[in-house]
């Protein structure tokens, strides 16, 4: 079975640009999240979709924002990056419910200059 | 406000000696605790969770104890490989959310 990927891995922006990260979970996964790694502030919860709604939300400004296809890949957007925004984003997809294992892709690593 | 720490950033065990974790946490309200496990340019990966009602579990190598009390809780290896360098996080649940700690980086020393 595939695991979760993220594309782009890698991506550089200026501020006040926007950008859009993608997540394909493993097939057969309703449930994805997303998650800013950076070294200060650690793992931070961004949201979660289920079924292509937002089940779940973290405490970031709106700026992040995302949304969940009918084939459960999903997408966050960042508009207006700021330089405090380049971090690892993280994306997990479990089966469904909350009990189910969850299973992180690579990341997609973001610079803002 | 944090509501789950990792006080040490990192730290550096001897091949074959036991690792030892540590996490507190401020919430009582807290469902389930998970570790992590990290490697650089790769996403976290399951280690071990621990229930709230229970004070132990135990998987190979790994043992997470759980004191409610004193709202802390620990992930013994043992004994520690030189696999085992990576940085490992904490983690606790509530109303269906996660939270992370900010992760200790784990060095094992030949």
């Avoid at chain 2, 789950?4 to 401020?26: A, F, M, W």
């Avoid at chain 2, 043992?63 to 290896?77: E, G, R």
Wanted: aromatic residues 12%; hydrophobic residues 30%.
């Amino acid at each position: 079975k595939a695991g979760v990927t993220q594309t782009p891995r890698y991506l550089i922006k200026t501020r006040g640009q926007q950008v859009t990260l993608s997540c394909s979970p493993i097939s057969g996964h309703r449930s994805v999240s997303w998650y800013q790694q950076t070294p200060g502030q650690g793992l931070q919860f961004l949201f979660e979709y289920f079924s292509e709604t937002q089940r779940n939300k973290g405490n970031f400004p709106g700026r992040f924002s995302g949304r969940q296809f009918s084939n459960s890949r999903s997408e966050m957007n960042v508009s207006t990056l700021e330089l405090g925004d380049s971090a690892l984003y993280l994306c997990a997809s479990r089966g469904g419910s909350f009990e189910d294992e969850q299973f992180f892709g690579p990341g997609t690593r973001l610079t803002v200059l | 406000d944090q509501q789950v720490k990792q006080n040490s950033p990192s730290l550096s065990v001897q091949e074959g000696r036991i690792s030892i974790l540590n996490c507190d946490y401020t919430n009582s309200m807290f469902d389930y605790f998970l570790w992590y496990k990290k490697y650089p340019a790769e996403g976290p990966t399951f280690l071990i969770s621990i229930s709230s009602i229970k004070d132990k579990n135990e998987d190979g190598r790994f043992t997470v104890f759980l004191n409610k009390s004193a709202k802390h809780l620990s992930l013994h290896i043992v004994p520690s490989q030189p696999g085992d360098s990576a940085v490992y996080f904490c983690a606790a649940t509530r109303d269906d959310k996660i939270i992370f700690g900010k992760g200790t980086r784990l060095h094992i020393l030949p």
